[in-house]
């Protein structure tokens, strides 16, 4: 592979939001989000934390872990069919991430740290996918 530092900071920030995800599905809200009384607190137990049944703590955990192993595989082995997955599975992700910032900042008015960190890193991946140009 041509460009491996592109694949290897994106499997990082994979990484990194899996793990986001990880303290939001293990560890209690009042632990994570530093009590009942702050905005973290207050995304996690709206309306808005699940879709379609399933927390989105969980569903994050899942996909993000998935996403992280895929990576890892196409830095070891790079195929056409791994890079079209990571690509699509980034613009997905990233589109949820807008809807989920959409959500946090004009309709509960509240910003989770962690929820942010999962969102930004998801829109970082986009515009690397996007703009880092393969040599």
Do not use: R
Not at 36 to 54: H, K, L, P
Not at 82 to 106: D, H, N, P
């Amino acid at each position: 592979m041509k460009n491996k530092s592109k694949y290897l900071t994106i499997l990082l920030i994979f990484v990194l939001v899996t793990l986001a995800s990880g303290i939001l599905s293990f560890i209690s809200l009042e632990q994570a989000c530093g009590g009942t009384e702050n905005s973290c607190y207050a995304v996690q137990t709206s309306q808005y934390e699940s879709t379609f049944g399933i927390k989105n703590a969980h569903a994050g955990l899942v996909i993000f872990s998935i996403m992280a192993f895929l990576t890892f595989l196409y830095i070891k082995k790079p195929s056409k069919n791994k890079k079209t997955i990571i690509v699509l599975g980034i613009i997905a992700g990233s589109l949820f991430a807008i809807y989920f910032l959409y959500l946090q900042f004009f309709v509960l008015i509240a910003i989770c740290k962690y929820c942010m960190v999962i969102d930004i890193g998801m829109l970082i991946n986009l515009g690397i996918i996007t703009f880092w140009k393969e040599k």
